[in-house]
C-alpha cells in the first residue's frame, strides 16, 4: 500500500501571507507575566508585527486573551479565581488596563484600535450577529484595528464561548477572514510532547485522521483556560468554516505571518474551499452549550441521520434539562451518544407532555400552533460521529 502524498508545508503558508484579512489570536501566557501583570515587551512585540501587516495593506482582527490575568495583581490575587464573580471582577479591571496598552502600543505606530467586547449571544441570534458583523466591518474600513474579547464582565458560565480559541474561530467566520492565526507559548503541535526526545512536528493537518494517534496535551497556563486541545478544535472549527488556520508561538508571529515554516497549518480540504457554513450552524456544531438533552427512539434517530429529517414529539423518548424555546438542545440517541444539536421549538416544561404524539393529534387537541416539529431541519446540525 503507497503512502499518502505529504502536503507541501508552504503551499497554504503563502496563502497566509497573501491573505488580505487575518484574525490572530493571542492567548494570556503570550502577554502576561506569572504573577498577572501584563507583558509590555511581548505586548509591543506582538503590536509591532501587527502593525506592519496593517502597514503593508493587509487588515488585521486581534482576539485578546489577558484582560482576567491583567486584572489578578491590582486586586491582589495570586492566581485565577475560581469563582464566576471574581472572574467578572478581575475582567472589570484588567479590560481597561489592556486596552489602554493596545491603545499606545498601536498609537505608536499611527493606527487606532478599537474594543469589542463579544458574548456568545452575540453570534447565536441573528440581530446581534448582523450588527456585531457590521461594527467589526466599519471598524476595519476606517482602518482602526479591532481588540476582541469576551465579555467577562457579564458573561455567565451558560453562555460563555469557553475560552477564547473558540471566540477567535467564530470571530473568522463573523469578518470572512482569509485565515486565523492562533498564538500562544507552545510554537506547533507535535506528535508527542514536545519536551519528549523525539518528538516531531506535524506541519500540516490536512484532514481529521493526520491526528489519528496523536495524543494533545490539554494543561494551560495557570493565567489562562486553553491549551493545545482548545487550539485545535478552534482551528477545526475555522476550519469547518472554510477559513484555513495556523498554530503556533506569540514569539513566531512574524515569521508565521510572512509564510514561513513554522507552526501547524490546518487546511481547508478541497471539497470545502470557498464554502462557508451558516453562523448560526456553526455555533451550534462548535460553541452552544446545550441547554438539555432529548433521547430519541430508533425511527428518530434513522430520519434524523439519515434522511436529514426535522425532529417530530413523536420520535422523542425522554426530555432532560431546563430549557426555553429557542436553546439550543443536545439530540442522544438510546445509548446516550450525542448525534446532532438544534435549537428547539418547545420548552423544558411543555415537552414532555408531547412525547410520542404526532403533530397532527397535537394540533387537534391543543391547537394548530403545535402542528411543528421539535427541532426543524433548518435549524440542526449533525455532530461528527
Not at 501571507?17 to 487575518?22: F, G, T, W, Y
Not at 469589542?116 to 467589526?136: G, P
Not at 508565521?256 to 474551499?273: E, I, K, M, Q, Y
Not at 450552524?281 to 428518530?300: Q, S, V, Y
Amino acid at each position: 500500500m503507497s503512502e499518502r502524498p505529504q502536503p507541501d508545508p508552504l503551499t497554504g503558508r503563502r496563502q497566509l501571507a497573501a491573505a488580505r484579512r487575518v484574525v490572530v489570536k493571542i492567548g494570556s501566557s503570550s502577554l502576561t507575566t506569572p504573577a498577572g501583570g501584563i507583558d509590555g515587551p511581548r505586548l509591543e512585540a506582538l503590536a509591532a508585527v501587527l502593525a506592519e501587516r496593517r502597514r503593508t495593506g493587509g487588515e488585521v482582527v486581534l482576539v485578546s486573551s489577558g484582560a482576567i490575568a491583567a486584572g489578578l495583581a491590582p486586586l491582589g490575587l495570586e492566581r485565577r479565581p475560581r469563582d464566576l464573580a471574581s472572574q467578572q471582577a478581575a475582567a472589570s479591571v484588567g479590560q481597561g488596563l489592556l486596552l489602554a496598552r493596545y491603545t499606545a502600543a498601536f498609537g505608536a505606530r499611527g493606527l487606532t484600535v478599537g474594543q469589542v467586547l463579544l458574548t456568545a449571544d452575540d453570534v447565536a441570534r441573528r440581530s446581534h450577529y448582523a450588527n456585531a458583523q457590521r461594527t467589526l466591518e466599519r471598524l476595519l474600513a476606517l482602518g482602526v484595528v479591532p481588540v476582541v474579547n469576551e465579555n467577562d464582565t457579564v458573561a455567565t458560565h451558560e453562555i460563555r464561548f469557553g475560552d477564547n480559541d473558540r471566540l477567535a474561530a467564530l470571530v473568522a467566520h463573523l469578518v470572512r477572514a482569509d485565515a486565523l492565526v492562533l498564538l500562544s507559548d507552545v510554537d506547533a503541535l507535535y506528535d508527542a510532547p514536545p519536551q519528549r526526545p523525539g518528538a516531531r512536528r506535524i506541519p500540516e493537518v490536512a484532514a481529521p485522521a493526520d491526528l489519528e494517534g496523536v495524543r494533545i496535551g490539554s494543561t494551560g497556563s495557570g493565567v489562562g483556560t486553553g491549551g493545545m486541545t482548545t487550539k485545535v478544535d478552534a482551528a477545526s472549527t475555522a476550519v469547518a468554516a472554510g477559513v484555513p488556520a495556523l498554530v503556533t508561538s506569540a514569539a513566531l508571529a512574524a515569521e508565521a505571518l510572512s509564510g514561513a515554516d513554522v507552526g501547524t497549518w490546518f487546511a481547508v480540504p478541497t471539497d470545502r474551499r470557498g464554502r462557508r457554513r451558516s453562523s448560526r450552524m456553526l455555533w451550534l456544531a462548535h460553541a452552544a452549550a446545550p441547554a438539555g438533552r432529548l433521547e430519541l427512539d430508533d425511527g428518530a434517530v434513522a430520519a434524523v441521520l439519515e434522511r436529514r429529517s426535522s425532529l417530530l414529539p413523536a420520535g422523542v423518548t425522554t426530555v432532560r434539562g431546563d430549557f426555553r424555546v429557542g436553546d439550543p438542545v443536545e439530540l442522544v440517541d438510546r445509548f446516550g451518544r450525542a448525534l446532532a444539536r438544534g435549537l428547539v421549538n418547545y420548552s423544558s416544561e411543555e415537552l414532555p407532555a408531547m412525547l410520542g404524539r404526532s403533530t397532527r393529534e397535537l394540533a387537534g387537541t391543543w391547537g394548530p400552533g403545535y402542528e411543528r416539529e421539535v427541532v426543524h431541519r433548518d435549524h440542526l446540525v449533525l455532530l461528527p460521529g
